[in-house]
Each structure stands twice: as C-alpha cells, then as structure tokens.
C-alpha cells in the first residue's frame, strides 16, 4: 500500500491537536536557560579556584638553605656556598620595599661615618648596588660564570664560590633559577674597622628577600634539591669597602639564609 494512501480519520486528528502538551514545552524551555545559567556561574567559579597557590615551604635558597623568616639574627660567618641560583630571567625583578635606619640611630650614625669619607654615598645609592650585585651573582654563580663574578666578591668569597662551582661541574650538576623578583631590601649593620697600616675597611649587613624558582639536578636531568614552584627566600649578604681608595667598590664578603 503506498503512503499516500494512508489517511488518520479527522475526528482522531482534531482530537490529538486539542490534547498536545505545550505546557510540558513551556517547562523544558525555562528549565534549559536555567541549565545553562547555572553551568555559566559555576564554570567562571571553577576557574578561579584552579589557580595554583605559589610560595610552597622548604624551598631551598641561595644559601642552599630553606628560608626562615623568623630566624634569630646571626652575625655572618665566612660566607657558606651558595646552594642554589638561576639563570637570568626574561622581565626584570623589581624592589618593593626598602629599609633604611634612621640617622638618629646607631647603625645611621656609622652610614654618616662611610659617607664623610665616601663622596656621594647614601644608604639609597648603596642599596641600588646591593640590588645589581645580587641580580649579577646570583646567574653568574647558578651558570658557573666566573669572569661575571670578576670584582663582585672579596678574595675569600670568591675562592669559595669558585670551590663550590668546581664541585659542582665534577659531579655533572646544573643550576637553574629564575629570579621573579626583589621584594625587599634592609640595612640591618654597619661597622667601620681600622686595620694596623691605618686603613678603614666599611661592612654593611644587609636582609634580601626575594622570590625565585630554583632548582639543582644531576647529570642526567633528575631533580637533586628545590623545586619549579615559586618560593621566597631570605639571605643575610654582607658587603665590605676599603673607604678613601679610588675605585674601590663594595663586594660580597659572606652570604648566609636569614
């Protein structure tokens, strides 16, 4: 029998249009557009919530030491080696916070000292110097670069980091960091020694606090120490000068994790 001969009786036709349910349609709809209401709110909240928390615990540092910021202040020993530093890193790290003591105080009367035998010292400019050292070693030192560390460190710090880069390259290790940025830098010293030929020697102590990701591995790429994630750390760093000799410049004379 062909299709088109088949025919429903009109009564029944009338009879099914009169009972389709719209209201059922009506409901499906308004359920739909609060579905994807709904699936809009909680997607833009899931989102939000897989952001990746930075700053995890135990990281180790520069001092190859985890930080602890509510370490008691030590007075810096020879400088131990650094255990951990980067490779330049592709923005620039920027300073947040700077502290400086008050001239009134102790180690403000030493820095008044250093500047009446130091044309254009100030404990600002001696901070923008702390902030070049540190973004110069810390590469300098994670790469093995030896002539950019030339004239930055005392003779005894260098010998050290030299020691501990030849260490490194013995037993096939690679350092890499990337530092994100300086968050602060504090004058926490200051002293000014006389030595038995007359000369003055300046040491200025001072607190970096920084954020970097670090990490050391062996020679066949397995992590040794730290880790990818972003961490703070904070280091002690020690800088000396011989006052009224031309030329002369500050240099790192030890480095300790605060």
Avoid at 34 to 43: A, K, P
Avoid at 158 to 182: H, K, N, P, V, Y
Avoid at 206 to 223: A, K, M, Y
């Amino acid at each position: 029998m062909a299709s088109d001969s088949i025919h429903l009786p009109s009564n029944l036709i009338e009879r099914v249009s009169d009972q389709f349910p719209w209201d059922i349609v009506v409901l499906a709809g308004l359920a739909v557009g609060l579905g994807i209401c709904l699936y809009r709110v909680l997607g833009r909240r899931v989102g939000a919530q897989a952001v990746r928390e930075e700053r995890p615990q135990g990281f180790q540092g520069v001092s190859g030491r985890p930080s602890s910021p509510n370490a008691a202040q030590k007075r810096l020993q020879p400088p131990p080696l650094p255990g951990a530093a980067g490779e330049a890193q592709d923005a620039p790290a920027t300073v947040t916070e700077r502290e400086i003591p008050a001239p009134a105080t102790r180690v403000g009367g030493i820095l008044s000292r250093i500047a009446e035998h130091e044309n254009g010292f100030t404990p600002s400019q001696f901070l923008d110097q702390v902030d070049i050292a540190f973004r110069r070693i810390v590469p300098a030192f994670a790469a093995g670069d030896q002539p950019a560390l030339a004239g930055l460190l005392t003779a005894e710090t260098e010998a050290a980091f030299m020691a501990a880069i030849a260490a490194r390259t013995e037993a096939g290790e690679s350092q890499r960091s990337d530092l994100r940025a300086i968050e602060r830098l504090s004058i926490l010293d200051a002293s000014v020694t006389v030595d038995d030929r007359g000369a003055e020697t300046a040491a200025i102590e001072v607190s970096i606090v920084s954020r970097q990701v670090n990490i050391l591995t062996d020679r066949n790429g397995e992590p040794v120490q730290g880790t990818d994630a972003v961490t703070e750390f904070h280091d002690l760093w020690l800088f000396e000068r011989i006052l009224g000799i031309a030329g002369a410049s500050w240099r790192l004379a030890a480095s300790r994790p605060a």
